[in-house]
């Protein structure tokens, strides 16, 4: 979150115990608004969103079409665009290379419906690096949307949910003045609607019980594409896990 500066204060009439201060954060086209308690900010959060126009609806049937099509045994080309109301916030490694069977083995597992977890004992091994790569390879499968959520904080996770049917997502109406718990709700509505979507949750392995809902909601919304990156696997039903090891290396 971004600091908050005193000019964006506004002052609360006194009360007992730590002074109380409203504050209200601009971050881009975006204010966030909330009450801080000794200088940390504490209690509900608003975030208001500037007035965009709604996102044309999805075509059911060509989303369907779409997702049917996603390739598990060619590994396309990096898409240029994603589909709209998407929020992707990573781009592409030019460089990417040698995980074609990696990436053959996430489509499968994708288009079999799995919550598939990119699990390994080894950090920094290239689990996020795939999911990116995953992302703009079979994203344009999902018209629905691809939607990444840094998992990296528990505290972070809520507002990472809200973001993605903010302006820089779906651009869902109603968000402007809703608590943070009631934009997260509205998204997991809207994600839970009929069309073909792809979830990537990151760096999981430390928010499990954060994750918890996953199980039974992905049941309530089986045509969810869920893509976890974590150093264990979450134990989901159903869960397809790929270990992901290090890239083979050549002659010295």
């Given at each position: 979150?971004?600091?908050?500066?005193?000019?964006?204060?506004?002052?609360?009439?006194?009360?007992?115990?730590?002074?109380?201060?409203q504050?209200?954060?601009?971050?881009?086209?975006?204010?966030?608004?909330?009450?801080?308690?000794?200088?940390?900010?504490h209690?509900?959060?608003?975030?208001?969103?500037?007035?965009l126009?709604?996102?044309?609806?999805?075509?059911?049937?060509?989303?369907?079409?779409a997702?049917a099509?996603?390739p598990?045994d060619?590994?396309?080309?990096?898409?240029?665009?994603l589909?709209a109301?998407?929020?992707?916030?990573?781009?592409p490694?030019a460089?990417?290379?040698?995980?074609?069977d990696?990436l053959?083995?996430v489509?499968?597992?994708?288009?079999?419906?799995?919550?598939?977890?990119?699990?390994?004992?080894?950090?920094?091994?290239?689990?996020?690096?795939l999911?990116?790569?995953a992302?703009?390879?079979?994203g344009?499968?999902?018209?629905?949307?691809v939607?990444?959520?840094?998992?990296a904080?528990?505290?972070?996770?809520?507002s990472?949910?809200?973001?993605?049917?903010?302006?820089?997502?779906?651009r869902?109406?109603?968000?402007?003045?809703?608590?943070?718990?009631d934009?997260?709700?509205?998204?997991?509505?809207?994600w839970?609607?009929?069309?073909?979507?792809?979830?990537?949750?990151?760096?999981?392995?430390?928010v499990?019980?954060?994750?918890?809902?996953?199980?039974e909601w992905?049941?309530?919304?089986?045509q969810?594409?869920?893509?976890?990156?974590?150093?264990?696997?979450?134990?989901?039903?159903?869960e397809?896990?790929l270990?992901?090891?290090?890239?083979?290396?050549?002659?010295?």
């Amino acid at each position: 979150m971004a600091a908050l500066n005193p000019s964006d204060e506004t002052k609360q009439p006194e009360a007992a115990g730590p002074a109380a201060r409203q504050h209200t954060v601009n971050i881009g086209d975006s204010a966030i608004v909330g009450v801080a308690v000794a200088g940390d900010v504490h209690g509900s959060v608003t975030v208001q969103y500037p007035d965009l126009p709604p996102l044309p609806p999805v075509d059911q049937t060509a989303a369907e079409a779409a997702f049917a099509q996603l390739p598990v045994d060619a590994v396309p080309d990096v898409a240029r665009t994603l589909p709209a109301g998407s929020r992707m916030p990573y781009q592409p490694n030019a460089v990417f290379t040698g995980r074609d069977d990696e990436l053959r083995a996430v489509a499968a597992a994708l288009a079999a419906g799995d919550a598939n977890v990119i699990s390994t004992g080894i950090g920094g091994v290239g689990k996020t690096s795939l999911a990116i790569e995953a992302a703009w390879r079979y994203g344009p499968h999902f018209l629905g949307g691809v939607f990444w959520v840094n998992c990296a904080e528990a505290v972070n996770i809520p507002s990472e949910i809200a973001q993605c049917g903010g302006p820089g997502g779906l651009r869902l109406a109603g968000m402007a003045g809703l608590s943070l718990d009631d934009q997260v709700r509205l998204v997991r509505a809207e994600w839970a609607r009929e069309t073909p979507r792809l979830l990537i949750f990151d760096n999981c392995e430390a928010v499990l019980d954060e994750l918890a809902f996953l199980p039974e909601w992905l049941r309530r919304a089986p045509q969810i594409a869920v893509l976890a990156t974590s150093r264990e696997p979450l134990n989901f039903a159903g869960e397809a896990v790929l270990l992901l090891g290090g890239l083979p290396t050549g002659p010295a």
